[in-house]
């Protein structure tokens, strides 16, 4: 595998957090906050949300960025819609799956790292207008806010 087919991936996958940052703070929660807001709200019954629009559009998004590459024989392409599909199945595994317990996952409750992340997330949903809105890389809340924000989180 070429040099630049591993760069191509992993930038993709990392460049991913910051570009899910932005559109999550400026068009989720700018534009586009009448649908996101069914994310911040207390989950009601149904495996689906209004928010799960925006999981089809980044996955159409990947998948064309993927197949684009495989049928033009182009390698970093494919390479990058790789990452970025790849992102996309941490951000769901972890995001939806294990953080807002849409999948039987608290078997990562065992890892620090995990529920620094998960913590850090749920403190974006108190509304905090400083909380981060990444995921993985940078979604540290502010110092002094403890852990007893959790009870005033509006999600489960």
Do not use: C
């Not at 024989?73 to 390479?79: Q, R, S």
């Not at 620090?112 to 108190?126: N, S």
């Amino acid at each position: 595998m070429a040099p630049t087919t591993v760069l191509a991936f992993v930038l993709a996958l990392v460049l991913m957090e910051f570009w899910a940052a932005f559109v999550h703070r400026n068009v989720y929660h700018g534009r586009l906050w009448f649908i996101h807001r069914s994310h911040h709200r207390k989950r009601r019954d149904g495996l689906f949300e209004t928010n799960d629009i925006f999981v089809l559009l980044h996955a159409a998004g990947a998948m064309a960025i993927l197949f684009t590459g495989l049928a033009a024989g182009v390698d970093w392409l494919t390479a990058a819609g790789a990452g970025v599909s790849v992102y996309g199945l941490l951000y769901a595994l972890i995001h939806d799956g294990y953080i807002h317990q849409r999948l039987p996952l608290r078997v990562f409750d065992r890892f620090a790292l995990f529920r620094r992340i998960r913590d850090d997330h749920l403190y974006h949903h108190t509304g905090d207008p400083h909380a981060h809105f990444g995921l993985f890389f940078w979604n540290r809340k502010p110092a002094g806010t403890g852990s007893r924000f959790r009870r005033r989180v509006n999600v489960e």
